[in-house]
């Protein structure tokens, strides 16, 4: 379970998120969506523990995490391969430059070809589409078994058969327990995959389930506190009917 109370996080004068407070059970799949600017990465990134929060707490209990950034965190002009860059996933096990034994080159293998990336293992990652680093992150995720997983929109560049493909992975994570927290901006997504939902707008407006926390009303509200001062380049929010 992730405990949150009071939690705020300010990037030097701006408060860019406060006043959340809740928990986030075991085997929860949750949505996290807002207007540009409205808090979404910064509570991924304050449960992750990549940012510090000014008041309040993020407890974990311990769980281990995956974080996937957004792909413009990512530096792709490092010089590795696709196959290189899933190896990290097992970093837990071997450490960051360890040794990679028949068996783990098997579950690269594997992770490749569940995201359809086995064609391309030995491409450097800066030849990729964005569609293919995608795939190729969400592939380092497979192996690294992680109890919390932290996506900041995961299906980026991605058509709508690769993000059901995608989806399903996530279907297959809750029956195993791992808890799933996911910043998007497509409602369609959310509505399809996510049976609960979480919509911050500088602060938490609603967090529940999926079909009663997205009335236009609340999208409404959330588009109104989207002021200039509140932009961190978060994408836009999409509105499906």
Same mark, same amino acid.
């Given at each position: 379970?992730? +405990?949150?109370?009071?939690?705020?996080?300010?990037?030097?004068? #701006?408060?860019?998120?406060?006043?959340?407070?809740?928990?986030?059970?075991?085997?929860?799949?949750?949505?996290?969506?807002?207007?540009?600017?409205?808090?979404?990465?910064?509570?991924?990134?304050?449960?992750?523990?990549? &940012?510090?929060?000014?008041? !309040?707490?993020?407890?974990?209990?311990?769980?281990?995490?995956?974080?996937?950034?957004? =792909?413009?965190? &990512?530096?792709?002009?490092?010089?590795?391969?696709?196959?290189?860059?899933?190896?990290?996933?097992?970093?837990?096990?071997?450490?960051?430059?360890?040794?990679?034994?028949?068996?783990?080159?098997?579950?690269?293998?594997?992770?490749?070809?569940? &995201?359809?990336?086995?064609?391309?293992?030995?491409?450097?990652?800066?030849?990729?589409?964005?569609? =293919? #680093?995608?795939?190729?992150?969400?592939?380092?995720? /497979?192996?690294? +078994?992680?109890?919390?997983? /932290?996506?900041?929109?995961?299906?980026?560049?991605?058509?709508?058969?690769?993000?059901?493909?995608?989806?399903? /992975?996530?279907?297959?994570?809750?029956?195993? !327990?791992?808890?799933?927290?996911?910043?998007?901006?497509?409602? !369609?997504?959310?509505?399809?995959?996510?049976? =609960?939902?979480?919509? &911050?707008? !500088?602060?938490?407006?609603?967090?529940?389930?999926?079909?009663?926390?997205?009335?236009?009303?609340?999208?409404?509200?959330?588009?109104?506190?989207?002021?200039?001062?509140? =932009?961190?380049?978060?994408?836009?929010?999409?509105?499906?009917?």
């Amino acid at each position: 379970m992730i +405990e949150i109370h009071q939690l705020c996080v300010r990037y030097g004068d #701006l408060v860019a998120l406060s006043d959340v407070e809740g928990t986030i059970a075991n085997g929860t799949s949750l949505a996290v969506v807002g207007p540009n600017g409205g808090g979404k990465s910064t509570l991924l990134k304050a449960i992750a523990g990549v &940012v510090k929060p000014c008041a !309040g707490y993020v407890h974990t209990n311990g769980a281990r995490m995956a974080y996937l950034p957004q =792909q413009s965190a &990512v530096d792709r002009n490092v010089p590795i391969t696709v196959s290189d860059l899933v190896s990290f996933g097992l970093w837990r096990e071997t450490g960051w430059f360890g040794a990679i034994d028949r068996a783990r080159r098997g579950r690269i293998d594997d992770a490749l070809a569940t &995201v359809g990336l086995a064609a391309v293992a030995r491409r450097r990652i800066d030849a990729l589409s964005a569609g =293919q #680093l995608q795939r190729a992150l969400f592939a380092r995720l /497979l192996l690294d +078994e992680a109890e919390i997983v /932290l996506l900041d929109e995961p299906f980026t560049a991605m058509d709508a058969a690769t993000s059901a493909q995608l989806a399903a /992975l996530f279907a297959e994570w809750r029956t195993q !327990g791992r808890t799933i927290i996911a910043a998007l901006h497509d409602l !369609g997504e959310v509505r399809e995959y996510f049976p =609960q939902t979480l919509v &911050v707008a !500088g602060r938490p407006l609603a967090w529940g389930a999926t079909d009663e926390v997205l009335t236009p009303q609340l999208v409404a509200s959330a588009f109104a506190f989207a002021t200039a001062e509140h =932009q961190h380049a978060e994408p836009h929010l999409h509105v499906h009917p």
